[in-house]
């Protein structure tokens, strides 16, 4: 099993930048799909962003469009999540997940997440 551990939240005014990383250990993630997702206090969490082994093909949620890029280092085993222009509806716990069961929207390994809080 993958096991993740996600870094580089922080506080940030709202219009400045943060770069997440997620770190994997126990085996190589260079086939598979990574994803990043966020948990606001009192909402469920969402999908954010998510990203193909390859790194050719990404998505991204209708709300970070244009502001969030993923990508990833397969040599380094890392996932990234650049957040610029960010906004006080940012503001969420973030986490990394991989592993995902074929033709479903389940993921089999979690990171702890790291707390993004964004000032207005």
């Known amino acids: 099993q993958v096991q993740l551990v996600e870094s580089g939240g922080g506080l940030v005014q709202a219009g400045g930048s943060l770069r997440l990383s997620c770190a994997a250990s126990?085996?190589?993630?260079?086939?598979?799909?990574m994803g990043w997702f966020r948990q606001a206090p009192g909402k469920e969490r969402e999908f954010v962003a998510g990203i193909s082994g390859s790194g050719v093909s990404t998505s991204y949620a209708d709300s970070v469009k244009g502001r969030f890029t993923i990508s990833r280092l397969n040599a380094k085993n890392t996932v990234y999540l650049q957040m610029n222009s960010l906004k006080p509806e940012d503001t969420a716990v973030y986490y990394c997940?991989?592993?995902?069961?074929?033709?479903?929207?389940?993921?089999?390994?979690w990171g702890q997440g790291t707390q993004v809080t964004v000032s207005s």
């Open positions: 997940a991989t592993d995902k069961v074929p033709g479903t929207t389940t993921f089999r390994s």
């Open positions: 126990g085996r190589t993630i260079s086939t598979l799909y």
